[in-house]
């Protein structure tokens, strides 16, 4: 028992000892929250060992390699290189290879530390995920596989300008058209023609601005989405207005991708819109932009009340001031969005709207 008991540190088994930990000190955030990133930092992400959070480095410790993780990405089933155990585990190899160097460094040696991408980790890998958030719904000792992929991320996209083509035509379009699309000729205010919108230019004085989003405005066959959400507010009697032309990108998908430079531009453009028109609750359409403006704008000082638009349809339709009526009969399964579900726990409300309409049989 004394001998295993030595041997445990230098073991697999350290993970008996560091998962209790890491479930205690484990992020109390939505899970979907990304941490903040210092932009007056030295470096940015995290290029080597030195670069993670301490958590993430015991992410690796804790890591049990049972493998629940991989086997619910949806990146691995697919038959990419990502697998979010190697991730946890690489992190762990690549601090034990480095640690030698770091404490070189420090005593004023001159070993050099190995390079991070190599053996468990690859840039590949890191580029495959998706953020979906299923290694961390499954894993049984809370480790956080999505922090550490997007601070390599931030370290590849900040330090080194190395990201796919995909990624960096979206960061381009968000530099310079405010959205990620490419090839779209709509307008953000397109969708409002004969519906009567109004902008909070126009009017300020309502009870939700309706956060459109990207997708909703600029996609042809997105802005049905739109026009109902507008048409059914209507209906409700809801004081509603938008930001029109105001509106930009929330900063998400640069978030996801790495560039925390850009998305702090963005949501710090959107926060200046809100506050000028006094926005105290936001109504959106995009599950990514529910997550972003709810959980990570604070981070910038921008605190509202915001609600995904099944949560206000549900609310509307459980206080009387809209009830279905049209029977709709089929039979329908709801797909939850993985930002929705997974990243804010939010299962009901859709569900609920379902049941209401008459004729619609829910199968889970």
Wanted: with cysteine.
């Amino acid at each position: 028992i004394l001998g295993f008991g030595i041997y445990i540190p230098f073991s697999k088994h350290m993970h008996m000892i560091a998962a209790p930990v890491n479930v205690i000190f484990r992020s109390l955030e939505a899970r979907g929250t990304l941490p903040p990133m210092d932009m007056e930092a030295e470096s940015f992400g995290a290029g080597s060992a030195q670069g993670f959070s301490w958590k993430s480095l015991l992410d690796g410790y804790a890591c049990a390699v049972c493998g629940r993780c991989t086997s619910v990405c949806p990146a691995s089933l697919t038959g990419k290189t990502l697998s979010p155990m190697h991730i946890a585990e690489g992190i762990k190899e690549h601090l034990a290879e480095a640690g030698p160097a770091i404490i070189s460094a420090n005593t004023g040696g001159d070993a050099k530390e190995k390079p991070l991408f190599g053996g468990m980790l690859s840039e590949e890998a890191v580029w495959d995920c998706v953020t979906c958030g299923a290694c961390m719904e499954e894993c049984p000792v809370m480790v956080e596989h999505v922090d550490s992929i997007v601070e390599m991320r931030r370290n590849l996209v900040m330090e080194q300008t190395k990201m796919p083509e995909t990624a960096q035509a979206v960061l381009v379009n968000l530099e310079q058209r405010g959205h990620p699309w490419r090839g779209t000729q709509a307008t953000r205010t397109d969708w409002m023609e004969g519906l009567d919108v109004k902008t909070m230019a126009e009017d300020s004085e309502v009870e939700v601005l309706l956060w459109v989003g990207c997708t909703p405005a600029l996609n042809e066959s997105n802005q049905r989405v739109a026009k109902a959400m507008a048409s059914l507010l209507k209906v409700a009697g809801v004081t509603f207005a938008v930001l029109g032309s105001e509106e930009t990108c929330s900063g998400d998908p640069a978030r996801r991708i790495g560039n925390e430079y850009l998305f702090q531009i963005l949501a710090q453009q959107n926060i200046l819109n809100f506050n000028k028109y006094k926005v105290k609750k936001i109504l959106t359409l995009c599950p990514h932009c529910f997550n972003t403006i709810k959980n990570e704008y604070p981070q910038l000082g921008g605190d509202y009340e915001v609600l995904h638009y099944t949560e206000f349809v549900d609310e509307l339709i459980q206080k009387g001031r809209i009830k279905p009526l049209k029977s709709v009969n089929i039979a329908m399964t709801y797909h939850d969005s993985c930002y929705m579900g997974r990243h804010n726990e939010i299962y009901e409300p859709p569900r609920r709207i379902a049941r209401s309409i008459p004729g619609l049989k829910l199968v889970e």
